[in-house]
């Protein structure tokens, strides 16, 4: 049996939701009374009992009777946080999650060691990015330098926007 983690909330606190009010509630009560961080802890079990092979959502769904909403939800977390690593083979036409204890055995090929990154999901670190650059400009002070840093962002959140 594995220890128990620490709660993994990457998304403002929780495991995640869509912009609804019912999944924000419901997101936030699981990530304050336990379900979640119990989610997450038994997802991680079941993967250590799989071992170097892993398992795929459904297997684990399966096993713990969660609907693939829960079980996907839980090892996006997982795997953002760097716990598990994704296989690119699949089984059964799913891709299968392994604990990082397991990473030796595979090669970079063989593995997504961090989740997709969505268009969204890009653009929001372009815009981190741009923050971030007027951030330290605004501290040190807007040097020709720090200028062209944040036009170079700029026109990157711009190029990303054309090719959306």
Known sequence: MTTELQLFTPYNGTGGYVERPASIERAVREAQ????????NDIVEQLDLAGVQGATWKTIG???????????????????SGEI?????????????????????YTEEQVFDTPATTRAGERTA??????ATCQTANEVGWSAGMQRAVTTVVDMIAHHDRTT
């Open 85 to 105: 690593f994704m296989l690119r083979a699949k089984h059964n036409r799913c891709h299968a999650y392994v604990l990082r204890r397991y990473r030796w055995a």
């Open 62 to 80: 399966q096993i713990l009777n969660l609907h693939h909403g829960q079980v996907s939800g839980a090892l996006s977390n997982l795997h953002k």
């Open 33 to 40: 009374d336990g379900t979640l961080s119990k989610r997450q």
């Open 126 to 131: 372009l815009l981190n990015q741009l923050y």
